[in-house]
Every structure is written in C-alpha cells, then in structure tokens.
C-alpha cells in the first residue's frame, strides 16, 4: 500500500483541454512536492507547497495544497504537447524526518 | 557540472548474481538516495543516507545494500538478483532534506535493469 495514491493513472487529451490530477494520502505532510519526469531521464522539480489551503501558480499550472495537508491538486488550463511526461507528487514520510516518498504517478498524454 | 552520474544504464542479470550500481554526485550533497521505478507505481524508496557513514531503509529495502564511505559516492548492491528486482533504479541527492525549498532533490538518469 502507497501512502501516496495519484489519480487517475493515465490521462490522454487534445491540446487546449483543461485536466486535474489528484494526489491524496491518509497521513498529514508537512509539504507536498510535484515532480514532472520525461522518458529516460530522472523527475525534475516542478513546485513546493508547504501551508494548508496553499495555492502555487506556474504559468498554466496550478498546485494546490489541501487545507488538511492530506492532499494536493495540479491542474492544468489549455494543456499543450510539450505538458505531456509523468507527473509525481513526493513528500516526507514524518515532519522533520529525511525519508522521501512518491506518489503512484499520473501519465499525461497531450495529443496536438 | 555533471550533477548526480548513474552507470551502468543498462543491466542484464541472471537470477542469483550479484552486482553494484553506481551513484555519484559533485554538487557536496550530504543527502542521496535510492529509488525504484515500476509501472503504476511511482518511485519507492529503497535506502537512503544523510551523510558519509549514515544510512537508513526506505521502503523497499530487502535484497539490497548500501554504503557510505564518502559524501560523493552511494553505491546500491544487489546481493542475490532475483526477477522482482527488475526495474529502473533512480540515484537522487539534496543539499539537506528533499522537501526543504532550497534543497531539491537532484535526479541521475536511472539504470535500467532486467534480471531473468
């Protein structure tokens, strides 16, 4: 069992669709951090959220942090080809502590 | 700036075999970790090490090993390879804790390993 579980899975749109990915978990996080990751290389950074009810912005992405800190959102408005790749959200296990869990991961198919 | 450098990229393993992957990092991180990646299944923690001589387990950690006898180097053995153990294994580093603002976590480019 994850302790971090990403829906949906897989997700395959037209270029200009808007979509949400959902990252929730039972356990309390201190931060959340979303990751995106292209075939053949390691996640990169995308953002992170540390304060209940947060709300990020990065261009057209959108991050939300739960005000629980159970759960965050991306959402992404007129999604584009080059959106496509895997998208993670990580956190630590405990508060203060150095072991780093992922999310089960959402893969994004944008279609020009 | 080579960042964290993972070799080999690929692996082909019988079952029972030992071997060692490969991690190093020039960026002076007192963090590195191991993870896995299967399908459907994000990246699982494997071990991971807050400075030379310090290592804990993530978790996943039966059926490999690791050391820390320097802050550039993370090795991960596989003691005995076995067909679940095929996978792709990632190598990450951060200056302090991966969730802190100012320390991300720094991927290599992962070792693809198969074990039949």
């Known amino acids: 069992t994850q302790l971090l579980e990403q829906s949906p899975q897989f997700l395959s749109i037209q270029e200009g669709e808007n979509l949400t990915v959902y990252c929730n978990s039972s356990?309390?996080?201190?931060?959340l951090q979303w990751y995106r990751q292209e075939p053949g290389e390691g996640p990169v950074l995308l953002v992170t959220v540390v304060t209940g009810g947060e709300v990020k912005k990065l261009k057209r992405l959108t991050f939300q942090f739960g005000d629980a800190r159970k759960d965050s959102s991306l959402h992404i408005t007129a999604a584009q080809p080059g959106d496509t790749g895997l998208y993670l959200c990580?956190?630590?296990?405990?508060?203060?502590?150095?072991?780093?869990?992922f999310g089960t991961g959402t893969r994004l198919k944008v279609l020009a | 700036n080579a960042g964290v450098t993972q070799t080999p990229k690929f692996q082909v393993l019988k079952t029972g075999q030992s071997m060692t992957l490969q991690c190093a990092q020039d960026m002076n991180h007192e963090y590195m970790s191991w993870y896995r990646q299967d399908p459907g299944m994000g990246l699982r923690l494997i071990h991971y090490?807050?400075?030379?001589?310090?290592?804990d387990q993530g978790e996943v950690p039966n059926g490999y090993n690791v050391s820390r006898s320097t802050t550039e180097d993370f090795p991960l053995r596989l003691l005995s390879a076995a067909p679940s153990q095929t996978s792709v294994y990632f190598c990450?580093?951060?200056?302090?804790?991966?969730?802190?603002?100012?320390?991300?976590?720094?991927f290599g480019n992962g070792t693809r390993l198969t074990v039949t």
């Open positions: 090490s807050v400075g030379a001589g310090i290592t």
């Open positions: 356990s309390v996080f201190s931060s």
């Open positions: 990450a580093s951060s200056y302090g804790q991966p969730s802190s603002y100012n320390s991300p976590l720094h």
């Open positions: 990580a956190g630590p296990l405990a508060s203060g502590t150095y072991k780093y869990i």
